[in-house]
Each structure stands twice: as structure tokens, then as C-alpha cells.
């Protein structure tokens, strides 16, 4: 066991290979925000803006690479970590000075341009979460750690990326030039919460790697330090914490609500088109909309009795029924491919499961869209209209016959052998009836043959 012991210790030791000097006068170099590291950080701050008013993740990833806030905050962390009171105050100087000027610069450019939505980038950094604190605290351990080797490695451009600093107060910006306070607070707290862990890193792993102190400290002000960062740390963490419970409740409920209407309400005869949710009532209201056959009044009471199941029992139950024009239909399946292309835009550039994710939502896509044909729904419903009806489908016509009919279609209806000619002149004038009040936009002839006694045309 000692042996295996020894071995770990060995393999993920971080002591060998550290320069010590070196790390601590590189990072006391960088912080000073003068000069070159100005102009970096105003254009950083433009870029990022850009990024995040057009949507582009590629200009976003530009801005982090060339972003000088990481070197301020590293100093803060070790700073205290070494109790260097002059290095800890130059950190907080620049991080602040580095901060005002990279809100103002995006504030100015948000006033300015042209199209100034919120955008899926913008929208994605206004609710921090306990994952991006993870994300902060281990993108700062990576880059204090690569960046205390004496062999540089090539993590510190991936550190600049994983920690994301500069979109951040961007967006802060964009909720500044837009007077939105929820976007401001959100953002500038995900700034917030990134610079304090990225130095909580600093401050843990310099003291892991035992950097020299520059002042000793006695027993109580050292204690008194460590809970002060402690008590910092958790406190910071709370309203996270609070928006990751809230983030993950949201999910659980929007997922509740798509598996209800897909596994309750949706069936081979009835397709939920889409939905939505009426806060503005008390108790809310699902709104379902649907096409095919209708909801019973008794199919609707089951269905809000299993509501509970799936853990919307809160919410009322309102299916409504679509009936519409063909040109309605292909509007409203269209509104629906752009409402989920649109959320797919948001989660771009994500990991190979969620974008395996996409992939199979894009083929529920494209089986609802061809389930929702109205040609189909229209002949599926003139099949309910009697039982003698066989089959219906839409006749091909050629160039001269589609002159002789006023819409140019006409509708093929197989009856059963042996229908007597009053029950097929009932059944002419149920589908006439159902295409006058349901399909008025129908102009449409009507053929009814008989079937054969081996009739079993399938529908088309």
C-alpha cells in the first residue's frame, strides 16, 4: 500500500520543474497595465463586444487569447499567497483599472452599433452557475501550474479560454448601454466569480508549491486570513448556487412538459404542432396545439389526470384545435423548424453527446414536418368520414385534366365492394360537407370508386 502510495505522490507531484523566481517576477512584470498591455486590452474589449454582438464564437475566442486580465488577477493570489502587500495592491489597482476600461469600451460600442440584440453569446453569460466556478477554479490551477514550469507549456492559451474573462464584462457592458439590470448584475457577477477563484487557485497551488513569503505572519492573522477566504469563497458561491438549482428545475420541468405532450398527447392520428405555456393565469395553462383528430372532452380529463405523473400537475390543460388552411400548416411547421434551429444556434460549439443531441432532434424535426403534411392529414380525415371508405388518396393529373378542374386536384375515394349508389351518394356528400367546413380552401373534385374484393390499396 505504501508503494502505491509513493507512486501517486510521485506521479502527481507539481514541485519538480517549478521556477519559483521566475513565475513570481513574470507575474509581477504582466501586471503592470501600461503601454502595450492598454492597447491589448482595448482591443480585447472590442473584439469580444463584436463577437458577442454578431454571435461569433471564433471573434470571441480572439478577444480571450489577446486578453491581459488574467496576468492581475494571478497577482492578487499570489500576492497573498507570499504576503506581498505591494504586488497584492498592483494586482487590485490594474484588475480594477483593467475592468472600468474594458466596461467602458464595451458600454460605448453597445450605444453605438447597429444591432444591439441579445444575442445567444450575450444571453449565455447572464446566469453563472456552480459549474462555471468550477471552471474558474480549474482554469486557474491549469494556468498557474503551466505557467510556474520552467518548460512553458502550451496550456496557458486553453487556461484563456476555459476562464473566459473578457466576454463576461462585455456583456456587463451591453446591459449598461441597454439600462438592463438583470444582464449587468448577472454578467459582471460571472466576472466577479471567475477572477475570485481563478486567484483562490493561485493562492492554494503557490502555497502548495511553497513559494517563499515576503513577511511572516502570526499564528491568528494567518488563521484569521484563511477563514476570511473561506467564509469569501462560500458567501461568493451562494447566489450560484441558488441560479444552478433554479437552472436545473427549469430543465426538469421543460423536459416534463416535452415528454407529456410527445408520449401523452401526441398518436399515429393526432400530432401536437407546438406549445406553449400562459403564465399570465393562475394556475398557468400548457396550451397544446394540434392538428388531426381532436381531444375528447374525456381524453382531456385522463390527460390532465397523468399530468402529475410527469411532473406538471400544477399546470391546466388547454388542447386546442388547429384546423387550417394547407398554406397555415406549412407557416406554422416552418415557424417551428426556425423556433428549433434557433435554439440549436445557442448550444454551437458544445461537446460531440450534445451535438449528437441536435442530430436526432433535427430527424424528430423533419418526421414531424412530414407527419404534419396537409395533403396527408387531409385524406387520413376523409378516411374517418364513413366506414365503407377504403382508402383516399390525391389523383395525378396531367397538363390538359388539371385545365378542366377549377384547383387543379382532384380526390380519389375507394369505397367498399358491394356499396349501394345512395350510400356512395352519402358518402360524396359527407366528404363535400367535411371539405366545405374544415377545408374551405378546397376546391377540390371528388372520384369514388369501388374496391375490388381483394382491395387493399395502401394509403398514399
Same mark, same amino acid.
Given at each position: 500500500?505504501?508503494?502505491?502510495?509513493?507512486?501517486?505522490?510521485?506521479?502527481?507531484?507539481?514541485?519538480?520543474?517549478?521556477?519559483?523566481?521566475?513565475?513570481?517576477?513574470?507575474?509581477?512584470?504582466?501586471?503592470?497595465?501600461?503601454?502595450?498591455?492598454?492597447?491589448?486590452?482595448?482591443?480585447?474589449?472590442?473584439?469580444?463586444?463584436?463577437?458577442?454582438?454578431?454571435?461569433?464564437?471564433?471573434?470571441?475566442?480572439?478577444?480571450?487569447?489577446?486578453?491581459?486580465?488574467?496576468?492581475?488577477?494571478?497577482?492578487?493570489?499570489?500576492?497573498?499567497?507570499?504576503?506581498?502587500?505591494?504586488?497584492?495592491?498592483?494586482?487590485?489597482?490594474?484588475?480594477?483599472?483593467?475592468?472600468?476600461?474594458?466596461?467602458?469600451?464595451?458600454?460605448?460600442?453597445?450605444?453605438?452599433?447597429?444591432? $444591439?440584440?441579445?444575442?445567444?453569446?450575450?444571453?449565455?453569460?447572464?446566469?453563472?452557475?456552480?459549474?462555471?466556478?468550477?471552471?474558474?477554479?480549474?482554469?486557474?490551477?491549469? $494556468?498557474?501550474?503551466?505557467?510556474?514550469?520552467?518548460?512553458?507549456?502550451?496550456?496557458?492559451?486553453?487556461?484563456?479560454?476555459?476562464?473566459?474573462?473578457?466576454?463576461?464584462?462585455?456583456?456587463?457592458?451591453?446591459?449598461?448601454?441597454?439600462?438592463?439590470?438583470?444582464?449587468?448584475?448577472?454578467?459582471?457577477?460571472?466576472?466577479?466569480?471567475?477572477?475570485?477563484?481563478?486567484?483562490?487557485?493561485?493562492?492554494?497551488?503557490?502555497?502548495?508549491?511553497?513559494?517563499?513569503?515576503?513577511?511572516?505572519?502570526?499564528? #491568528?492573522?494567518?488563521?484569521?486570513?484563511?477563514?476570511?477566504?473561506?467564509?469569501?469563497?462560500?458567501?461568493?458561491?451562494?447566489?450560484?448556487?441558488?441560479?444552478?438549482?433554479?437552472?436545473?428545475?427549469?430543465?426538469?420541468?421543460?423536459?416534463?412538459?416535452?415528454?407529456?405532450?410527445?408520449?401523452?398527447?401526441?398518436?399515429?392520428?393526432?400530432?401536437?404542432?407546438?406549445?406553449?405555456?400562459?403564465?399570465?393565469?393562475?394556475?398557468?395553462?400548457?396550451?397544446?396545439?394540434?392538428?388531426?383528430?381532436?381531444?375528447?372532452?374525456?381524453?382531456?380529463?385522463?390527460?390532465?389526470?397523468?399530468?402529475?405523473?410527469?411532473?406538471?400537475?400544477?399546470?391546466?390543460?388547454?388542447?386546442?384545435?388547429?384546423?387550417?388552411?394547407?398554406?397555415?400548416?406549412?407557416?406554422?411547421?416552418?415557424?417551428?423548424?426556425?423556433?428549433?434551429?434557433?435554439?440549436?444556434?445557442?448550444?454551437?460549439?458544445?461537446?460531440? +453527446?450534445?451535438?449528437?443531441?441536435?442530430?436526432?432532434?433535427?430527424?424528430?424535426?423533419?418526421?414531424?414536418?412530414?407527419?404534419?403534411?396537409?395533403?396527408?392529414?387531409?385524406?387520413?380525415?376523409?378516411?374517418?368520414?364513413?366506414? +365503407?371508405?377504403?382508402?383516399?388518396?390525391?389523383?395525378?393529373?396531367?397538363?390538359? #385534366?388539371?385545365?378542366?378542374? #377549377?384547383? $387543379?386536384?382532384?380526390?380519389?375515394?375507394?369505397?367498399?365492394?358491394?356499396?349501394?349508389?345512395?350510400?356512395?351518394?352519402?358518402?360524396?356528400?359527407?366528404?363535400?360537407?367535411?371539405?366545405?367546413?374544415?377545408?374551405?380552401?378546397?376546391?377540390?373534385?371528388?372520384?369514388?370508386?369501388?374496391?375490388?374484393?381483394?382491395?387493399?390499396?395502401?394509403?398514399?
Amino acid at each position: 500500500m505504501e508503494k502505491w502510495i509513493r507512486f501517486l505522490r510521485m506521479i502527481t507531484s507539481i514541485r519538480g520543474g517549478t521556477d519559483v523566481k521566475g513565475t513570481i517576477e513574470e507575474i509581477s512584470t504582466n501586471t503592470q497595465l501600461r503601454g502595450a498591455n492598454v492597447w491589448m486590452l482595448f482591443c480585447s474589449s472590442i473584439l469580444a463586444s463584436i463577437g458577442l454582438d454578431l454571435n461569433s464564437t471564433a471573434v470571441i475566442i480572439g478577444a480571450m487569447l489577446i486578453s491581459p486580465l488574467m496576468s492581475p488577477i494571478l497577482a492578487v493570489g499570489l500576492g497573498i499567497a507570499i504576503f506581498d502587500k505591494r504586488l497584492l495592491w498592483r494586482g487590485l489597482q490594474s484588475l480594477a483599472t483593467a475592468t472600468v476600461i474594458a466596461l467602458g469600451t464595451s458600454t460605448v460600442y453597445f450605444s453605438l452599433s447597429p444591432f $444591439g440584440e441579445l444575442t445567444q453569446e450575450l444571453a449565455a453569460r447572464t446566469t453563472p452557475t456552480l459549474l462555471d466556478i468550477g471552471v474558474a477554479f480549474f482554469g486557474g490551477v491549469a $494556468g498557474i501550474v503551466a505557467g510556474s514550469r520552467k518548460s512553458k507549456t502550451s496550456a496557458i492559451p486553453g487556461v484563456a479560454i476555459a476562464t473566459a474573462l473578457m466576454p463576461p464584462i462585455c456583456t456587463a457592458g451591453y446591459g449598461l448601454a441597454r439600462y438592463d439590470s438583470g444582464i449587468f448584475l448577472g454578467a459582471f457577477y460571472l466576472y466577479f466569480i471567475n477572477a475570485f477563484f481563478i486567484s483562490l487557485a493561485t493562492y492554494l497551488i503557490c502555497l502548495a508549491l511553497r513559494f517563499p513569503r515576503r513577511a511572516e505572519l502570526d499564528n #491568528e492573522t494567518s488563521v484569521w486570513m484563511q477563514r476570511l477566504i473561506i467564509a469569501g469563497a462560500i458567501l461568493i458561491s451562494i447566489p450560484s448556487g441558488v441560479i444552478f438549482y433554479d437552472v436545473l428545475r427549469k430543465a426538469k420541468f421543460d423536459r416534463g412538459v416535452r415528454t407529456f405532450v410527445e408520449k401523452a398527447i401526441k398518436e399515429d392520428d393526432r400530432q401536437p404542432i407546438r406549445w406553449d405555456i400562459d403564465t399570465t393565469k393562475d394556475p398557468a395553462v400548457l396550451k397544446v396545439y394540434v392538428v388531426g383528430r381532436p381531444v375528447s372532452p374525456a381524453e382531456k380529463a385522463e390527460l390532465r389526470s397523468r399530468m402529475d405523473s410527469f411532473g406538471i400537475g400544477e399546470l391546466e390543460l388547454n388542447c386546442v384545435q388547429l384546423n387550417m388552411a394547407r398554406s397555415e400548416i406549412v407557416k406554422l411547421s416552418t415557424n417551428v423548424e426556425n423556433d428549433v434551429a434557433e435554439r440549436f444556434r445557442i448550444i454551437s460549439g458544445i461537446d460531440e +453527446a450534445q451535438e449528437n443531441e441536435i442530430t436526432r432532434l433535427t430527424s424528430e424535426l423533419n418526421a414531424l414536418r412530414a407527419r404534419t403534411d396537409p395533403d396527408i392529414l387531409i385524406l387520413n380525415e376523409i378516411k374517418l368520414l364513413d366506414p +365503407a371508405i377504403l382508402s383516399a388518396k390525391w389523383k395525378e393529373l396531367s397538363a390538359a #385534366e388539371q385545365s378542366e378542374v #377549377e384547383s $387543379g386536384r382532384i380526390v380519389v375515394i375507394t369505397v367498399e365492394p358491394g356499396t349501394q349508389a345512395d350510400n356512395m351518394e352519402s358518402i360524396r356528400s359527407k366528404v363535400e360537407k367535411y371539405l366545405a367546413e374544415r377545408r374551405a380552401d378546397y376546391k377540390v373534385g371528388i372520384e369514388l370508386l369501388l374496391g375490388a374484393s381483394n382491395e387493399n390499396e395502401p394509403e398514399k
